[in-house]
């Protein structure tokens, strides 16, 4: 169990697997894994593991 933005969710996969999975797809999101950003080249290769906790943040533009 993981949780995501403050929610528990069942997943194993990776970052990238993750961010489909709900939703994000393509958008501009910044990602948190355990109150460490994680830099974007590395979702690909990062492994969502039991007990991590996860912030993600969608860029919205506008003004």
Do not use: C, H, Q, W
């Given at each position: 169990?993981?949780t995501v933005n403050?929610?528990?969710?069942?997943?194993s996969?990776?970052?990238?697997?993750?961010?489909?999975?709900?939703?994000?797809?393509e958008k501009?999101?910044?990602?948190?894994?355990n109150?460490n950003?994680?830099?974007?080249a590395?979702?690909?290769?990062?492994?969502?593991?039991d007990?991590?906790?996860?912030?993600?943040v969608r860029?919205?533009?506008?003004?």
């Open positions: 169990m993981i403050g929610e528990k969710l069942d997943f996969g990776t970052v990238t697997e993750l961010l489909v999975v709900l939703g994000y797809g501009r999101v910044a990602v948190e894994l109150e950003i994680l830099p974007k590395e979702y690909e290769n990062t492994s969502v593991s007990g991590d906790k996860l912030e993600i860029f919205v533009g506008g003004g």
